[in-house]
């Protein structure tokens, strides 16, 4: 009969798969690599059974241990899922791991840390900054992320997808730069240097399908993934930069830039929060609504409202 199986040694053992390692689970837990150790020893002693096959220092999921793994991880949601249904969120103790992109950062994160530290002031959270939504979403499949607000979660039958907030974006070049100043159909625009995203990153994927959706694409173009990288590059007169309004706005005012106006405009871009579908708990619903309620992906560095 198995006893005493605790809720410290599960986690150990869904922290190692998700992490990939007894050092990395350590430091999302926040414990030594010896308590991870001893946890996994003492969770096999009670199993009677090996969860991991060590070879040197690798180890593998036993067949056994892959179920009680998957077990584990079912046995620790509805444990999350008592613990914050019925508990007060200003006193919920747990750490969040969230991931944003680029734009996030220099938009709406500041006002979304006051919300939350007055909603879960005893919450610490982990968050992770990348220009790649691609990278932040599969963290997120593989357990590594609880929960990431991302322009595109692509067609993923693995995640839950929650409406976040849109993004306005538009074209700029130097106040020199030898473009009409009128509004430009987008064949006559793909004729100039183009300073973009590229089809890795999700922003720019979105950009290059509507272009593609009214049969044009760029004959000349200089790609990165970092906004602000594209400030600079615009800026520079390098070409036109598909620009976020937040991240133009400062450089419309300093007259280091001004806008094309196209015909079509573009539209904004749909931003959502994506969270595993198997591991969704009320905390995680309540921590997407209020980065909805906060989030404005058109200015920069906002303060709490």
């Known amino acids: 009969?198995?006893?005493?199986?605790?809720?410290?040694?599960?986690?150990?053992?869904?922290?190692?798969?998700?992490?990939?390692?007894?050092?990395?689970?350590?430091?999302?837990?926040?414990?030594?690599?010896?308590?991870?150790?001893?946890?996994?020893?003492?969770?096999?002693?009670?199993?009677?059974?090996?969860?991991?096959?060590?070879?040197?220092?690798?180890?593998?999921?036993?067949?056994?241990?892959?179920?009680?793994?998957?077990?584990?991880?079912?046995?620790?949601?509805?444990?999350?899922?008592?613990?914050?249904?019925?508990?007060?969120?200003?006193?919920?103790?747990?750490?969040?791991?969230?991931?944003?992109?680029?734009?996030?950062?220099?938009?709406?994160?500041?006002?979304?840390?006051t919300a939350f530290r007055a909603a879960f002031p005893w919450v610490q959270l982990q968050l992770e900054v990348s220009a790649m939504a691609s990278e932040l979403v599969e963290k997120v499949q593989r357990g590594q992320l609880e929960l990431v607000m991302v322009s595109d979660a692509g067609d993923r039958s693995d995640v839950t997808v929650l409406p976040l907030g849109l993004m306005k974006c538009g074209w700029y070049c130097r106040p020199d730069f030898q473009a009409p100043r009128r509004a430009l159909p987008l064949d006559e625009l793909m004729r100039f240097p183009l300073v973009m995203q590229d089809h890795v990153s999700a922003a720019g994927r979105l950009?290059?399908?509507?272009?593609?959706?009214?049969?044009?694409?760029p004959a000349n173009a200089l790609y990165a993934n970092s906004f602000a990288a594209l400030g600079g590059m615009t800026v520079a007169g390098l070409g036109i930069g598909c620009l976020p309004c937040a991240v133009a706005h400062e450089l419309v005012e300093r007259g280091l830039v001004r806008e094309i106006k196209t015909s079509p405009k573009m539209p904004p871009m749909r931003y959502v929060t994506v969270l595993r579908s198997d591991q969704g708990t009320p905390f995680l619903s309540r921590v997407a609504e209020l980065a909805a309620e906060v989030c404005d992906y058109n200015l920069r560095y906002q303060e709490a409202g």
């Open 207 to 217: 950009v290059l399908q509507w272009l593609e959706s009214h049969a044009v694409q």
């Open 1 to 113: 009969m198995v006893t005493k199986v605790s809720i410290a040694q599960l986690q150990a053992l869904v922290a190692i798969v998700e992490q990939g390692s007894f050092s990395a689970a350590g430091r999302q837990l926040g414990i030594a690599q010896s308590a991870i150790s001893r946890n996994i020893n003492e969770l096999e002693s009670r199993l009677r059974s090996a969860v991991f096959q060590r070879e040197g220092r690798a180890a593998r999921l036993t067949d056994e241990g892959a179920r009680v793994a998957e077990l584990s991880r079912d046995a620790l949601r509805q444990w999350r899922v008592i613990c914050e249904e019925f508990s007060e969120p200003t006193l919920l103790h747990r750490t969040l791991r969230m991931g944003i992109t680029e734009i996030a950062a220099q938009t709406w994160l500041p006002r979304f840390m």
